[in-house]
């Protein structure tokens, strides 16, 4: 057991070097975040010694209509740097899968409420995290989009995922000066942005090009061309 833990270990720090840092994530809280949580404690047991590879990997069970995965650890870096949180923020975030980004954000943040559709995977986080001691998260069930408007408003929402579209009630749901960090668009035209919510207005800035997993949801209306 000592040497499949030093193993993680090394692999974790080779993340960090080769992955991350390489990729212009130069906040010391991130990265030290990066090398303290275990990412292997967060995927399917078969998929442990893949913990670290640059890649998504898929956390859903083969055949499941909506397939969720472990976002790769460059972009999910980047877009954790770009959300900027302090230790007094409360963070949401949407689509927390089996809880990886959420222990993370435990490191960052006061509070962090991850929001999740699927019951299993919500399960599944609540299990890993209180086992690991990440005793700040409270894992909560319901739509993705809504958001979870009972802890209202956030400092910081975070979208673990692609989406075509932010909706409005996400945005109800920021602190005056809060800002929501997302992916939006599909495919290698999905751009990382971050907006934020002062005096009641809005505004956003494009951040980076980036290609996540999609979450599921978060659908443009489509309007039919006469």
């Not at 840092?21 to 967060?42: C, G, I, K, N, Y």
């Not at 995965?69 to 302090?86: D, F, G, H, N």
Request: proline share 4%.
């Amino acid at each position: 057991m000592r040497a499949g833990r030093m193993n993680f270990e090394a692999a974790r720090i080779k993340m960090v070097d080769n992955q991350i840092r390489t990729t212009d994530v130069t906040s010391h809280a991130v990265l030290s975040a990066f090398l303290s949580v275990p990412r292997e404690e967060f995927v399917p047991a078969a998929m442990k010694p893949l913990a670290y590879i640059d890649t998504d990997i898929e956390l859903t069970a083969s055949g499941a209509s909506e397939r969720r995965y472990l976002m790769e650890p460059s972009p999910l870096a980047k877009l954790l740097q770009l959300a900027s949180v302090t230790k007094t923020d409360k963070v949401l975030e949407i689509g927390c899968g089996t809880g990886y980004a959420s222990a993370i954000l435990s490191t960052l943040a006061a509070t962090v409420v991850a929001l999740e559709s699927d019951a299993a995977l919500a399960s599944e986080a609540t299990e890993t995290l209180a086992r690991l001691g990440y005793s700040n998260v409270t894992v909560v069930t319901g739509d993705l989009e809504k958001g979870h408007t009972a802890a209202a408003p956030y400092d910081v929402i975070f979208v673990h995922g692609a989406v075509e579209t932010v909706p409005d009630s996400l945005f109800a749901q920021l602190s005056d000066g809060g800002r929501l960090v997302a992916v939006v668009g599909s495919g290698n035209a999905s751009r990382a942005k971050v907006c934020l919510h002062e005096n009641g207005i809005t505004s956003e800035r494009l951040a980076f090009n980036t290609a996540v997993k999609p979450l599921p949801g978060f659908r443009l209306v489509r309007e039919f061309v006469f």
